[in-house]
């Protein structure tokens, strides 16, 4: 699954950065480098998909300069699809009925 990610620095700095995700385990499972303020991408092999039914959160790490921020983030996929003629919400690739209303 490809992350694009973009770090914004409070000083504007344009400098290195280190993306660290990590499993279940604490081991590292993708990393990904760029720089401050500009889109980079990196892939993160075979995730398991976040869904309501499996909620499935990483922890990561973002490093700039002698900066480092944790936080976490979920895998997932959202499209729009055609199913037996209706247009439809896909998470992950299936029907996603959402519930109540959205505003």
């Known amino acids: 699954m490809a992350v ?20 279940e385990s604490g081991n590292t499972l993708a990393t990904g480098t760029g720089s401050a ?5 990196f892939k993160v092999d075979k995730p398991k998909l976040w869904s309501p039914a499996s909620p499935t959160l990483y922890n990561l790490t973002v490093t700039l300069g002698d900066d480092t921020v944790g936080a976490y983030t979920g895998f ?3 499209e729009k699809g055609t199913v037996d003629g209706i247009t439809r919400h896909l ?9 109540g209303t959205l505003e």
């Open 4 to 23: 694009n990610m973009t770090v914004h620095s409070s000083d504007k700095s344009s400098g290195s950065v280190s993306v660290k995700i990590y499993d």
């Open 37 to 41: 303020g500009s889109a980079f991408q």
């Open 76 to 78: 997932r996929t959202i």
């Open 91 to 99: 998470l992950n690739g299936e029907v996603l009925f959402a519930f």
